[in-house]
């Protein structure tokens, strides 16, 4: 067991090295995820059915999201394991949050991509990690397995 939790931070560092080595080789540094961020964010705010649902949650509190969101991106990008968030909770019983606005949040983030990414390898990176969490998402806050039950189906 000893051996087990030594062996731990080097696999943990391990982890992280391959990480940035990936993320550098695709052009991306922690400058880029703040770009996207801060970019994303303003057309998402921009945006008319997007906006009023993100600002309606974070009126008065955009900076600490843009910070938190800045170190959520950064700790996927390159594994560090800083951001200690709960993303399902921080979704749940948000007004006005409906399935179909993931395919447009999804829609703008490629879109934003396609502007400010640094070739299309950084772009597919992003997006499949994006499409992963949109997806985990809906299906955390809006899946109801009863529904799928075959029983339950009347013909």
Do not use: C
């Amino acid at each position: 067991m000893d051996n087990e939790l030594q062996g731990r931070p080097a696999h943990v560092a391990a982890i992280r090295e391959r990480a940035e080595k990936e993320m550098q080789a695709i052009g991306i540094d922690e400058a880029f995820v703040g770009h996207l961020v801060d970019t994303f964010y303003a057309r998402v705010l921009a945006h008319p059915e997007l906006g009023p649902v993100f600002d309606a949650r974070l009126s008065g509190r955009w900076p600490e999201h843009m910070e938190k969101m800045k170190s959520f991106w950064s700790a996927v990008a390159f594994r560090t394991g800083a951001y200690g968030g709960k993303p399902v909770q921080a979704h749940t019983g948000v007004a006005n949050m409906t399935p179909d606005l993931f395919p447009k949040w999804l829609a703008l983030f490629s879109a934003t991509l396609d502007d400010i990414a640094p070739n299309q390898e950084a772009k597919a990176w992003f997006m499949a990690t994006a499409e992963r969490i949109a997806r985990s998402l809906t299906l955390s806050l809006f899946y109801n397995p009863a529904l799928d039950d075959p029983a339950l189906k009347r013909a």
